[in-house]
């Protein structure tokens, strides 16, 4: 009779503590599921939850249609968010890159609308742009002061830059003439006269428009980069030029805040 009576006991011992044990699993399962809440969901961690609830923990099966019926349609909510997700960082890259090409779109809207697109030349490579204006759209033959009517056209160039201040990394601008020799007081050689225009430019963008030092430069090459001979007047004319070239800036796709997208 003893012996009957302990083995009744055992059984009772072993169900009660099958009681214990599923109500600490159903527990941490809640747990975990509610920190799961709280966080991002992504395609990684949802894997992760499934791979740990099919049967790992003894209290759900291994069949992924029982685990979806539990919690409702995750890997959908998933997919939404993640392609969401992809969209919104693709988006951010593509309009970050498309700013400098829109520099390039509003200088030339600009000049066409002006109508100074026949003397002044607009090319662009991927990290380049090249703003090319003859010498008599800024300055008079043999002087390096600013003209009158050139302001506006000036101002017109400044804003833009300032406008895509973040995606410009330098702005180099660059004096040449023709290989006519010059010997005035103010201007001993050529070398003056073209370093003079260029300074002057860079001065107008700075003090007038406080584009930041750091980014501009200027050199005065004389005659010595020809684009064209200077054995005619129109090839004289095309080498008497201002070149301001726009250097796009290597980590304007690092700078960008994504959070503001």
């Known amino acids: 009779m003893s012996r009957k009576r302990k083995t009744r006991d055992s059984g009772s011992n072993q169900a009660e503590w099958l009681t214990t044990y599923s109500d600490l699993v159903t527990l941490l399962l809640t747990f975990f599921v509610l920190l799961f809440s709280f966080s991002t969901i992504d395609a990684a961690k ?25 919690f409702g349609d995750m890997p959908e909510m998933e997919r939404k968010i993640s392609d969401k997700d992809g969209k919104k960082d693709g988006n951010t890259e593509k309009n970050v890159q498309d700013q400098f090409v829109q520099l390039y779109k509003d200088m030339d809207e ?41 302001v506006s056209i000036l101002n017109g160039v400044a804003q833009i830059l300032k406008k895509f201040d973040n995606q410009i990394q330098r702005i180099r601008v660059e004096g040449h003439t023709d290989s006519r020799p010059i010997n005035t007081y103010i201007y ?41 001979p200077n054995d005619t ?29």
Do not use: C, H
């Open 46 to 70: 949802w894997r992760t939850l499934v791979s740990s609830l099919q049967g790992g923990i003894g209290v759900l099966d291994g069949n992924p249609d029982t685990i979806t019926a539990e």
């Open 233 to 261: 007047e129109e090839g004289m004319s095309q080498n008497r030029r201002v070149d301001i070239t726009i250097v796009r800036s290597s980590g304007d796709i690092k700078t960008i805040d994504t959070k503001k997208e």
């Open 110 to 150: 600009y000049l066409r609308e002006n109508d100074i697109q026949a003397e002044v030349q607009l090319s662009k490579t991927q990290t380049e742009i090249l703003v090319r204006f003859r010498e008599y759209v800024l300055f008079d033959t043999g002087k390096a002061d600013i003209k009158d009517d050139a």
């Open 188 to 228: 001993p050689t050529n070398w003056e006269l073209s370093g003079g225009r260029a300074a002057r430019v860079v001065r107008y963008f700075q003090e007038g428009y406080g584009i930041p030092g750091n980014k501009l430069s200027f050199a005065g090459y004389g005659e010595y980069y020809p684009i064209s």
